[in-house]
Nanobody, 123 residues
Framework: QVQLVESGGGSVPAGGSLRLSCAAS????????MSWFRQAPGKTREFVAA????????YYADSVKGRFTISRDNAKNTVYLQMNTLKPEDTAVYYC????????????????WGQGTQVTVSS
């Protein structure tokens, strides 16, 4: 049974930074891409960033490119999301997810999700 546990959310003023972590367990994650999505109230879940198993490839939504950095530590089965220069529009619940093979920006193709961690950015 795959388990994903996010942590690191919180409340910060605009311009601040947060670092999210996602600890994965329950299987070997070879060939699994890891991704972050977010969901604001009243909106659909949207893709934020993804990283390949080897960490050789990363992908970002245009809205976070240049501000967010995704990374992973395969020895710890953990993926991170460093978020800098946060904006009020980044306010959302952030979810970690994983899928075998290539990443996807579509939330509905992902089977495994964490419980989410709230990020609130005040103006």
């Amino acid at each position: 049974q795959v388990q994903l546990v996010e942590s690191g959310g919180g409340s910060v003023p605009a311009g601040g930074s947060l670092r999210l972590s996602c600890a994965a367990s329950g299987r070997t994650f070879s060939n699994y891409a890891m991704s972050w999505f977010r969901q604001a109230p009243g909106k659909t879940r949207e893709f934020v960033a993804a990283i390949s198993w080897s960490a050789g490839s990363t992908y970002y939504a245009d809205s976070v490119k240049g501000r967010f950095t995704i990374s992973r530590d395969n020895a710890k089965n953990t993926v991170y999301l460093q978020m800098n220069t946060l904006k009020p529009e980044d306010t959302a619940v952030y979810y970690c997810t994983t899928k075998i093979g290539q990443y996807s920006t579509n939330w509905y193709v992902h089977r495994y999700w964490g419980q989410g961690t709230q990020v609130t950015v005040s103006s």
